[in-house]
């Protein structure tokens, strides 16, 4: 199930994180994260998908 998450991270990271931690603050983080930028949202959601293993 991983595999899928950090596939949909890298094409909509919100979508990653959301699949991994549901609305939270994590979620609303990464929204902020990727409008400020793609990279940074895509950084973040790889780290929560991975962190949270």
């Given at each position: 199930?991983?595999?899928?998450?950090y596939i949909v991270?890298?094409?909509l990271?919100?979508?990653g994180?959301?699949?991994q931690v549901?609305?939270?603050?994590?979620f609303w983080?990464?929204?902020?994260?990727t409008m400020l930028g793609y990279f940074?949202?895509?950084?973040?959601a790889i780290w929560i998908i991975h962190?949270?293993?």
């Open positions: 199930m991983d595999v899928l998450r991270a890298i094409f990271p919100p979508v994180v959301f699949l549901g609305f939270g603050g994590q983080l990464n929204i902020l994260l940074p949202g895509l950084i973040h962190k949270r293993k």
